[in-house]
């Protein structure tokens, strides 16, 4: 039984030599391989699939692969790696890519060989290459086809009755023997060579304007802008508008170039209006607006730094709400268990946050199930044990009493009365762990 293991032990330290043996079959440096390119255009475009023919070959020594690399600038940008497993021809394509702000001028191609030993030559050819001119660009939209006409050198432009708000993605047909159909379209807010996601063209109003895409800069217009105390509002898609700014107690807040402002609903625990004139109504301090364009109603959000404001140790920073049965502007957008839509309560001063809500239209007049947060989203929460409610009609979960822990609920055989204001306020000059709840009809 001895001998029988040791001859299997020899066995396998046998074949791991031989394995090894084939591993290493050719000696690192071993060969002398050949490069030869046998066809390739000496210019292209940007954004073409450029065909090249190689020959290669070695002294006895086999090929590992080829490579094709394309460079701008001293930076590679494409690669294309073909196996070579034995001597001849091989043909392939290399993709140019298509950049922004990148003018004619000339790429370097680089072929490289390498055999099974590691040895490699190169080859390097040089490569003019201009942007194409398109004659015209399409704009895809959901429902049409929009032709932009050349205008000059990478502009184009279309000018015909439109709506105030076009969406869709920009398709340049592929220009000469080896191009490529490109697609521009709106990633990260702003446009992108390669993606179809759409982008949200806007005017000030329907009718006849211009639309327009430059090709080498990716600039395009009309993009609608907003401002709030003049500073300009960053466009998070094509309905909603973002600024974040310092705002003082009863500062004047002007919304500029907004169609029809007498129309939208201001949070009054933010806003109020006077004489046309809308003016700050919270503790000082960073807050960001959003203006929702599809409710016509501005987001204000506290903010620390940087960032939307949460709760500190101290007690101040920000409250929020996340559940269900509230709702702003209306309890058509309902929070719920989206934390995205967390609603901001007003920071008033004395450690002391308000929301104001309107029974049947802002908050439920039978039926909650919300609480606060410390974030806009999962994390910390005010629970029963930590918050008290001084409310004859809205009461805090316990576990046990219809609601979870610190989830608010109207009491049995209560509620609240439909079109009266309420003023919910959560009090935590006592302490985070013992903030009280007062709610007062209006």
Not at 49 to 62: H, K, N, P, Q, Y
Not at 153 to 163: A, I, M, R, S
Not at 355 to 373: D, M, Q, Y
Not at 406 to 421: C, D, E, M, P, Y
Request: hydrophobic share 35%.
């Amino acid at each position: 039984m001895r001998k029988h293991v040791q001859h299997i032990l020899l066995l396998l330290a046998l074949a791991s030599l031989w394995a090894c043996k084939e591993e290493y079959r050719y000696p690192l440096e071993g060969g002398k391989p050949t490069l030869a390119v046998e066809e390739l255009a000496t210019s292209a475009h940007f954004g073409d699939s450029l065909s090249f023919r190689l020959a290669v070959a070695d002294d006895g020594t086999e090929l590992s692969t080829v490579k094709a690399q394309l460079y701008f600038s001293g930076d590679k940008v494409a690669e294309t790696i073909i196996r070579t497993k034995s001597y001849g021809n091989y043909t392939a394509k290399i993709y140019v890519p298509f950049y922004k702000d990148i003018p004619n001028g000339t790429a370097e191609l680089r072929f490289i060989l390498e055999n099974v030993g590691m040895v490699k030559v190169e080859e390097t050819k040089e490569l003019a290459l201009t942007r194409p001119d398109f004659p015209f660009l399409n704009l895809i939209t959901d429902t049409e086809t929009i032709r932009l006409e050349r205008m000059g050198n990478n502009q184009y432009t279309v000018t015909k009755e439109l709506p105030q708000k076009v969406k869709g993605y920009i398709q340049a047909p592929a220009f000469g023997t080896h191009g490529n159909t490109l697609n521009f379209g709106w990633e990260n807010e702003r446009v992108t060579q390669g993606s179809t996601q759409q982008i949200p063209f806007s005017y000030l109003s329907p009718g006849e304007y211009s639309l327009s895409f430059n090709t080498l800069t990716y600039a395009a217009s009309p993009f609608q802008s907003y401002k709030v105390n003049g500073n300009e509002m960053r466009m998070l898609d094509d309905s909603h508008y973002t600024a974040d700014l310092t705002l003082a107690a009863n500062q004047e807040i002007a919304f500029t170039d907004f169609p029809s402002l007498d129309n939208w609903w201001l949070d009054t625990d933010f806003m109020r209006q006077e004489n046309g004139r809308i003016q700050f109504q919270a503790s000082p301090g960073k807050y960001r607006i959003t203006a929702d364009f599809d409710r016509r109603y501005f987001i204000v959000e506290a903010m620390t730094g940087n960032n939307l404001a949460t709760l500190h140790a101290d007690g101040t920073g920000a409250i929020w709400i996340i559940g269900e049965g509230i709702g702003k502007p209306s309890l058509g957008n309902q929070v719920g268990w989206t934390t995205e839509k967390a609603l901001c309560l007003a920071p008033i001063g004395g450690k002391k946050y308000r929301i104001t809500v309107v029974a049947g239209e802002n908050i439920s007049t039978n039926s909650i199930n919300f609480k606060f947060f410390h974030q806009k989203g999962w994390g910390g929460e005010f629970k029963n044990d930590g918050l008290a409610s001084n409310s004859d009609v809205i009461f805090v979960g316990n576990g046990s009493n219809g609601r979870d822990p610190g989830n608010l609920g109207i009491v049995s055989g209560k509620q609240l009365l439909n079109g009266a204001t309420y003023e919910l306020t959560v009090d935590l000059s006592g302490g985070n762990d013992k903030a009280v709840l007062t709610v007062v009809r209006k």
